[in-house]
């Protein structure tokens, strides 16, 4: 009889211990995979369109740029950035996800579960309907405020109820401020007539990005994300929980507030090229999790490619599935991540 | 002993009285409301002018304005008013779950994403057949309700109710995804269509909608408060329920079926208006107290009531364009759900 639990208990154990390890080799293989499958990815997509171009021009196009051919500038001024402003909101979102969910142990963590989103998004409402003619990078500044107050007032809201902080509660919270807010930037939006200004904000869509937001933005996300390599240590050890971290001697209220202004950054510069385009930051996390560990160390450069991979298939996609007319990048995300969010809140055991 | 139990007696009494007082009130108030959007628009109608086309005696551009655009749109106003906060009362007492609302759990966004099928098929929208729609849209509410039910069970826990309340936002968000994809396949020109629906728009506007709107509403609405005493003793909780004699699980069958119907048809001619279930019923509450003999009613009216303002206010503020009811509604709407969020316990 006891033999028996014990074999019954063996393989179960065994299982836990290598969910729990780290897979460092996994974890590079991932980013080796990721990026030469994104490099394929990034080809495809520059490739494929409207009208059809050959890899060759390409290559061309990029290389031996030359303005007379048609081709060339179909490239250099519609593809290209939106293929690498892909790569960078998808980036951004996805670290962004890890970060929370890491941080705050929540599984249902998501910039766009969460209002942060939403925030940036009616931020820039604000921006085009008063201040018209701020540059991008004011802009930028601008949805990083919003993002900052979307999310304080959803986690103050959850904070605040009896029983406290579930992870369910902050996405309700969330769902009821993006209603709010998605309503008030439409009301924004007709009292101002600047409907077509933000019309990419509510189907979410990279078709618009262009070179001098690409050129704005990348500093920013380029240094929060190595902010957060730098920090994955620190939260590798919150993610064991708060008073482990403490214990283990780490300043937790610092760690916490770098990594909330990396999100912060992150989500708010993403929103203003592409929108509020959700789901990225749930999905992509959990399923690198599942891939590499629990060591953020390697979770969060992983989640970037993998995010990046994702957002550039999405897009293509949202390019191809009906010809002729674009899908917005955002419901083809969601219509994947619904499922996985659903899969996600029935799940009994919460593994971060 | 005998002084109390009259005292118990003058207590339901009053509260009764009460009550009658409250729905008086709202009903003065829903007809002050009416008159005063018979008024708003881009052109204007002075009262006089209002009582003369009235009576049949003005211009036939005052009458094509009043009794072809504004009438039937009040009327479509308060009659999905109505709807959508006695479903939402139903809701909240079958689920036994304060943040209950078919636009929050999902059940609007089903209906919605039917209609939208039905309407592609028709090269212009208005040519869909009208009577159809409710129906239409009361299967996709129907099915949507049954999955929501299904992917929040679960055994050995049943329902819990926030778990219940995730799963609708998570499909409500699945099913506007969905309803862009389709409708971008089907008919480009739809998007325009699909864009204001989700905003909430009341956009069947004329007679036949209320036609087709007004069956659903007049046999489901007094069915739902003809079963009010079931709901009484359903809200006491399963098991007291059944042991008062009532048969629980068929019960809530019926009522949720009345609760999604009601929701269906009412989206179905107008947009995705949410929180008007959540609102209104909660209002009721505090006025007239948890009896649903009052309570149904008082959240029919409070309901019409939000409804009608919302659309008057929304066609007002921003003339010539109007903002649709359902982002007026949501204004007033959210602040109020995470209010309510913030006081639960969980």
Redesign the interface.
């Known amino acids: 009889m006891s033999q028996q639990t014990a074999t019954g208990t063996g393989p179960l154990r065994r299982q836990n211990e290598v969910k729990l390890r780290s897979r460092p080799w996994a974890a590079t293989l991932i980013l080796v995979g990721g990026l030469i499958a994104l490099a394929l990815g990034i080809a495809v997509s520059v490739s494929f369109g409207a009208a059809d171009i050959k890899l060759p021009v390409v290559w061309n196009a990029i290389f031996h740029f030359n303005p007379d051919i048609t081709d060339h500038q179909i490239i250099r001024e519609l593809r290209l950035p939106r293929v690498l402003g892909g790569v960078m909101i998808g980036a951004s979102f996805a670290v962004a996800g890890a970060i929370m969910q890491g941080m705050t142990r929540n599984p249902l963590a998501d910039s766009g579960l969460m209002g942060i989103n939403s925030g940036a998004g009616f931020a820039l409402a604000l921006v085009f309907a008063f201040m018209p003619n701020l540059p991008f990078m004011g802009l930028i500044l601008y949805a990083f405020a919003g993002a900052g107050a979307g999310a304080a007032v959803v986690y103050g ?1 959850g904070s ?5 902080l ?1 992870p ?2 902050l ?3 969330g ?3 993006s ?2 807010l ?3 930037s ?2 924004v939006a ?2 101002f ?1 600047i409907g077509q200004d933000l019309a990419f904000w ?2 979410g869509g990279i078709a618009g990005t262009k070179w001098f937001q690409l050129k704005i933005m990348f500093p920013w996300v380029f240094v929060a994300i190595l902010g957060a390599i730098a920090l994955s240590r620190s939260i590798t050890m919150l993610s064991l929980g708060e008073d482990i971290a403490k214990g283990l001697g780490q300043r937790t209220g610092l760690v916490k507030l770098a990594g909330a202004l990396i999100v912060l950054v992150l989500a708010g510069s993403s929103v203003s090229v592409v929108g509020a385009v ?1 789901f990225i930051g749930l999905i992509i996390p959990h399923l690198t999790r599942y891939l590499v560990g629990v060591d953020y160390r390697w979770i969060i450069p992983c989640s970037a490619v993998l995010g990046s991979l994702l957002v550039v298939l999405a897009d293509l996609t949202a390019r191809t ?2 010809p002729q ?1 674009e ?2 990048l ?3 995300l ?2 994947i991540g ?2 996985f ?2 899969y996600l ?2 799940k009994e055991r919460r593994e971060l | 002993m005998k002084v109390r139990k009259q005292k118990a007696i003058s207590f339901d009494e009053a509260r009764r009285r009460r009550g009658l007082q409250v729905l008086a009130v709202l009903s003065a108030l829903i007809a002050a409301v009416f008159v005063i959007s018979m008024n708003t628009g881009y052109i204007h109608l002075t009262p006089p002018q209002l009582l003369h086309t009235l009576l049949g005696r003005g211009t036939d551009k005052q009458e094509l304005i009043l009794f072809d655009f504004r009438l039937p749109r009040i009327v479509i106003s308060i009659l999905i008013g109505a709807g959508l906060a006695v479903s939402g009362a139903v809701m909240q007492g079958v689920f036994r779950n304060d943040l209950a609302d078919p636009g929050i759990l999902g059940i609007n966004a089903g209906a919605g994403l039917m209609v939208m099928l039905l309407v592609s098929f028709y090269p212009a929208t208005t040519a869909a057949p009208v009577f159809m729609l409710p129906l239409v849209a009361f299967v996709g509410a129907a099915c949507t309700a049954a999955m929501i039910y299904a992917l929040a069970y679960k055994r050995h826990e049943g329902i819990s109710p926030i778990r219940l309340l995730l799963t609708g936002v998570a499909v409500a968000a699945g099913m506007s995804a969905a309803m862009i994809v389709l409708t971008l396949r089907l008919d480009p020109d739809k998007y325009q269509f699909v864009a204001t629906w989700l905003a909430g728009s009341i956009w069947g506007t004329s007679w036949k909608f209320v036609l087709s709107l007004l069956p659903w509403i007049l046999i489901l609405l007094p069915y739902v408060i003809y079963k009010a005493r079931v709901m009484n003793v359903l809200n006491l909780g399963d098991q007291t329920a059944t042991g008062l004699g009532a048969a629980v699980t068929k019960e809530q069958f019926r009522l949720l079926g009345a609760a999604v119907g009601l929701a269906a048809a009412s989206v179905a001619v107008s947009g995705g208006i949410g929180f008007v279930g959540l609102v209104g019923p909660h209002l009721a509450r505090r006025l007239v107290g948890p009896k649903h003999q009052l309570m149904l009613p008082a959240s029919a009216l409070l309901g019409s009531l939000l409804v009608l303002t919302a659309d008057t206010i929304g066609r007002w503020i921003l003339q010539p364009s109007e903002i649709p009811a359902g982002i007026v509604v949501a204004v007033i709407g959210a602040p109020y759900f995470l209010y309510l969020l913030a006081r639960t316990r969980s």
């Not at chain 1, 605040?160 to 406290?164: E, F, P, Q």
């Open positions: 809201i605040l109820a009896k029983g406290g579930t369910e509660r996405v309700l919270a769902a009821a401020l209603a709010l998605s309503a008030l439409e009301g007709l009292y007539k509510y189907a959700g599935i009906i007319h899908t917005p955002g419901a083809i969601a219509l619904v499922p969010f659903l809140a029935r």
